[in-house]
């Protein structure tokens, strides 16, 4: 089975703080994937990288930046956390044409 | 624009009845087409998925159609069991690149 670990399932960080969000997989897929989820919203892309080094812009990246040095990793950063960047965040990881798998995901609130 | 969505956003079921639940898609060219099932405090899990040159797939206890002509995917639950209550998710591929569209969810709530 494919197994995506994010680091924290809840987290507490305060505005202005960087956050860094970590998740690893264990399955050598070439792409990972970061969402946010919110009430009424769905899942939304914020960012998702198809190789090392590589990165690509989701629908909505304000406010996020992310960093892929390794293939099994895939972390994404709050520059500057704000009180509208408090949500559910789940990372996915998957092959091309296959489905995205999912961790288990990072509940954020920011104070 | 490109966009998945759900007819219903909650559907009860009675334990031991079949589910159905419905999904509408809008761009003809999606090719690729994902179920997901998420439970309070997990991450959405992968359930089936079929692609645009088939019209059914069957799974252990589920069931997807695929009706190109409507753009309109199904999931069908068989003997729908309490362990089904979740919210789930129909998602979309268009084969430009791997980004999969979401649908906002359907809730399913299982009666005794």
């Known amino acids: 089975d494919v197994k995506v670990t994010q680091s924290s399932r809840y987290l507490v960080k305060r505005t202005g703080e960087k956050v860094f969000l970590e998740c690893v997989q264990d399955?050598?897929?070439?792409?990972m994937f970061w969402y946010r989820q919110d009430p009424g919203l769905g899942l939304r892309l914020i960012y998702f990288s198809y190789d090392v080094k590589m990165k690509e812009k989701g629908d909505i990246p304000e406010g996020y930046s992310v960093s892929r040095e390794k293939k099994e990793r895939f972390s994404l950063i709050l520059e500057s956390a704000s009180t509208n960047q408090t949500s559910m965040y789940l990372c996915?990881?998957?092959?091309?044409?296959?489905?995205?798998?999912f961790g288990d995901g990072t509940r954020l609130s920011i104070l | 624009g490109e966009s998945v969505g759900l007819h219903l956003p909650t559907l009860s079921v009675q334990e031991g009845d079949n589910s159905i639940i419905n999904c509408a898609y809008s761009?003809?060219?999606?090719?690729?087409f994902i179920w997901y099932k998420q439970e309070s405090g997990k991450g959405p899990q992968f359930i089936i998925d079929?692609?645009?040159?088939?019209d059914k797939r069957q799974g252990q206890r589920v069931t997807v159609l695929l009706n190109k002509t409507v753009k309109h995917l199904s999931l069908q639950i068989a003997a729908t069991q309490p362990g089904d209550s979740a919210v789930y998710f129909c998602?979309?591929?268009?084969?430009?690149?791997?980004?999969?569209?979401f649908g906002k969810g359907t809730r399913l709530h299982i009666l005794p």
């Open positions: 399955m050598d897929h070439e792409n």
């Open positions: 996915a990881t998957g092959q091309r044409n296959q489905p995205q798998h």
């Open positions: 998602a979309e591929n268009i084969g430009r690149d791997d980004k999969i569209i």
């Open positions: 079929i692609r645009s040159n088939m």
């Open positions: 761009n003809s060219a999606s090719d690729y």
